[in-house]
């Protein structure tokens, strides 16, 4: 049995790697300017709210008879849900991320 097909093994330049993963995030924990976590997150809540008033209306104007397009009604109410789900599933992964961590011993 022969293992020719393998590439010899290069030695790995730690230093190198490491002013490289440096440079990679310096621009993400630069941003003095930016929206923080918190920040994002609200935002994407309001526009999830935003989302579910607004299907409410279009609800209330289909069930008075004011609706126009019955097909424009029902994009937004799915777009609307769709959203929501969305939300929920990120809530639910930091909500397990947290529960993660605080089992984790120190």
Do not use: C, W
């Given at each position: 049995?022969?293992?020719d097909?393998?590439?010899p093994l290069q030695p790995v330049n730690v230093d190198?790697?490491?002013?490289?993963?440096a440079s990679q995030t310096a621009p993400a924990m630069?941003?003095?300017?930016g929206p923080n976590f918190g920040q994002l997150v609200s935002q994407?809540?309001?526009s999830v709210n935003q989302q579910l008033q607004a299907s409410q209306?279009?609800?209330q104007?289909?069930?008075?008879?004011?609706?126009?397009?019955?097909?424009?009604?029902?994009l937004k109410l799915e777009e609307s849900r769709l959203s929501f789900q969305l939300m929920l599933q990120v809530r639910n992964r930091l909500l397990e991320s947290y529960q993660e961590i605080m089992r984790?011993?120190?």
């Amino acid at each position: 049995m022969s293992i020719d097909f393998l590439p010899p093994l290069q030695p790995v330049n730690v230093d190198a790697l490491a002013s490289a993963a440096a440079s990679q995030t310096a621009p993400a924990m630069q941003a003095p300017g930016g929206p923080n976590f918190g920040q994002l997150v609200s935002q994407g809540l309001q526009s999830v709210n935003q989302q579910l008033q607004a299907s409410q209306v279009d609800l209330q104007r289909l069930a008075s008879g004011d609706a126009e397009n019955l097909h424009h009604v029902m994009l937004k109410l799915e777009e609307s849900r769709l959203s929501f789900q969305l939300m929920l599933q990120v809530r639910n992964r930091l909500l397990e991320s947290y529960q993660e961590i605080m089992r984790m011993q120190v």
